[in-house]
């Protein structure tokens, strides 16, 4: 019997089992140059494929030095036009010629090459996957019921994690380092069982990396040069839960079945995602939703009916145009990761899909900043609903996107209202996260407590500083120059508190490096401080998009307040911030801590331009008791108060 085997079955690996077999045994098998040049190029491009069909034709020439078979090769090597055209079947072409010269047996494990074979009047020997009696697979003598994953890297004492999300360790299996021999023949059976086995599947294929999916292992696979060693990583699940099991399980199933269908699963690598995303997956499967998923690798345990979709022609975008076609209820993304991957996951949710993705974040605000980084912050929340954060496989909180137009947190003034992204823990209420453009940026400020603040103690050389009573995010502080003052209190006395005096050291350190000018600092909390130099030094001092202050607040890990001169020199003009004076013009204006009033009896009634001098101001309706009534901590205000010091005078002119 002759026999003319053709690449996939040389990958394949069984043809060297059946002739030990016995079941080709004395057979002259005839190996194309085409079969050789196509292994030798994928090894070649680090392929692990290449490497295993090239194994497989070794141990044939051992069994053909055994005298159990006769080897031959034949043909010529592929042209480099031909190479090129290998996708369109110009090679597999030249394979099944050989048979036909030969007029031998077709030996293929390719579905398509036997039909065209068959097609060509050859005499096809099809092998069908494999789909039951499967072994035992080598890497499985590592595993038992508490290990997570397997590490095999050669040179190298084999280690496994084993435990829980809540408790794992990392042991050594055995002392005998493993061979680059072991893993090699590790490699090959592996994916000779990824090519047979129906629940197997081959999902990464790059120069020097396999990622390999048989049920529910995930084997990586690294040679060089990807890697500096030939390594294999394999990772499964060791337990199986329905959302019913996870604490605020009722939050999560209402929030998804309601119109709220944008849900983050965030979370540190190994947290749990996954499991979390295949519950809900299987969950919203169980109440009668047609659901899909988009997975590279496609790792989800699943029931059959939930279909798995991967990357098609290596993109995502390609494989959400299908699934819009496709029309599911809702849509599993395991994971994010890429610009595309964002960009898609807002395009489907978007367009009315229900989705539920997964993201790698150490808090909700890495994970609300990834996505705002990619996603105009105005349209987060119609894209994320809520957001599940996990730490070792817990629900620890879940929180509700919202938008609204407002004044973010620490910019309260009628200037500064703009839209505004909110994030709140969903169960308490509580602001976590405000989001927001500024000066050309995205800002996601987040909200931390703030200890209330002493009783106030009489320190003349203080100068007085502005509480806001929340914390100051790092890009805050560029909005320093427009702040206006609202409730002086004196800071306390610190000499008990040694670490702020450090803390304001460093502060002023770090901002002299941008000003020419004394810097006076004054920390009013723990994560707040309050800075005071010269008006010209505000812009170096800030920087582009608050570059500079941004780069110091990372650094030193505390908020700061950056404020000119001229603020604290206008608060220390006691005598005209509170009380009756005449603003000249036959009008008085009156303040006290909440108020400021512009009395003008004879305008009352009327609608009033106001002016300083000969500049305009604003329009204000006079009332009937003949006053103009402004919030004391408001711009107009404060700016009324800064034209009176410079003895301006206040005018009304009816429109």
């Excluded at 001229?566 to 009380?579: A, L, T």
Aim: net charge negative; with cysteine; hydrophobic share 40%.
């Amino acid at each position: 019997m002759i026999l003319v085997p053709d690449t996939s079955v040389l990958i394949d690996g069984r043809i060297t089992s059946m002739i030990k077999a016995g079941e080709y045994k004395g057979a002259t098998i005839i190996v194309p140059e085409a079969v050789i040049a196509e292994l030798e190029a994928q090894a070649n491009n680090g392929r692990e494929i290449g490497f295993s069909g090239l194994n497989e034709l070794q141990s044939l020439c051992k069994m053909a030095e055994e005298k159990t078979i006769e080897l031959k090769f034949s043909g010529i090597r592929p042209t480099l036009e031909q190479v090129k055209l290998a996708s369109g079947g110009e090679i597999d072409a030249m394979i099944r010629n050989i048979a036909i010269e030969n007029s031998a047996r077709f030996i293929t494990s390719d579905n398509v090459q036997a039909e065209v074979a068959r097609a060509k009047g050859l005499d096809v020997i099809y092998l069908k996957p494999q789909i039951s009696d499967f072994v035992p697979l080598g890497i499985d003598q590592f595993f038992d019921e508490h290990t997570i994953a397997v590490y095999l890297k050669e040179r190298v004492s084999p280690s496994a994690k084993k435990g829980t999300i809540n408790d794992m360790k990392l042991v050594k299996i055995r002392d005998q380092p493993v061979s680059e021999y072991e893993l090699r023949n590790l490699a090959q059976e592996i994916l000779e069982r990824a090519k047979r086995d129906p629940d197997g599947f081959i999902e990464v294929e790059k120069r020097g990396i396999t990622v390999v999916q048989i049920g529910s292992m995930r084997i990586a696979i690294a040679r060089r040069p990807f890697s500096d060693g030939m390594e294999i990583t394999a990772v499964r699940p060791i337990v199986d839960v329905t959302l019913e099991n996870y604490a605020k399980s009722d939050i999560i199933k209402k929030r998804i079945i309601s119109e709220n269908r944008g849900l983050i699963i965030a979370g540190s690598p190994g947290s749990g995602k996954t499991t979390l995303a295949q519950s809900v997956a299987t969950f919203l499967s169980d109440s009668g939703f047609v659901v899909k998923t988009m997975e590279a690798p496609r790792e989800l345990q699943v029931p059959d009916q939930i279909t798995q979709y991967t990357t098609l022609d290596g993109s995502m975008t390609n494989t959400a145009d299908i699934l819009l076609l496709v029309r599911p209820d809702f849509v599993i993304f395991d994971e994010l990761r890429k610009n595309e991957d964002f960009g898609v996951f807002s395009d489907m949710r978007l367009a009315g899909l229900g989705m539920v993705g997964v993201i790698h974040a150490n808090s909700v605000q890495d994970a609300v900043q990834r996505f705002s980084d990619r996603v105009d912050f105005s349209v987060l929340s119609q894209v994320v609903n809520t957001i599940v954060f996990l730490e070792r496989g817990i629900v620890t909180k879940i929180y509700d996107v919202g938008f609204t137009i407002k004044a973010p947190e620490g910019m309260a003034n009628e200037m500064h209202i703009r839209p505004v992204t909110t994030v709140t823990d969903y169960e308490t209420g509580k602001l976590a996260l405000d989001i927001f453009r500024y000066d050309g940026q995205t800002i996601v400020m987040p909200m931390v407590s703030v200890p209330a603040a002493p009783a106030p103690v009489k320190t003349p050389q203080a100068p007085p500083v502005q509480h806001f009573g929340h914390p100051v995010a790092a890009l805050e502080n560029t909005r320093s120059s427009l702040s206006t003052i609202q409730d002086v209190t004196p800071k306390p006395e610190n000499e008990d508190r040694p670490g702020w005096k450090l803390m304001e050291k460093e502060i002023q350190r770090e901002i002299g490096r941008y000003t020419d000018g004394a810097v006076e600092v004054q920390m009013i909390s723990d994560t707040k401080a309050i800075v005071y130099i010269d008006d010209k030094d505000v812009p170096a001092a800030i920087g582009k998009g608050g570059k500079n202050i941004s780069a110091i607040v990372n650094k030193i890990g505390v908020g700061i307040d950056i404020k000119p001169n001229s603020d604290f020199e206008r608060q220390h003009q006691q005598p005209k911030n509170e009380g009756d004076f005449d603003a000249g013009g036959g009008i008085k204006i009156q303040t006290d801590k909440k108020q400021l009033t512009i009395v003008a009896p004879d305008q009352s009634g009327k609608i009033v331009d106001v002016f300083a001098g000969k500049e305009y101001l604003f329009t204000a309706t006079v009332n009937e008791q003949g006053e103009i009534n402004l919030a004391r901590n408001s711009s107009i205000a404060q700016e009324m108060m800064r034209r009176y010091q410079n003895n301006e005078i206040i005018k009304l002119r009816p429109v």
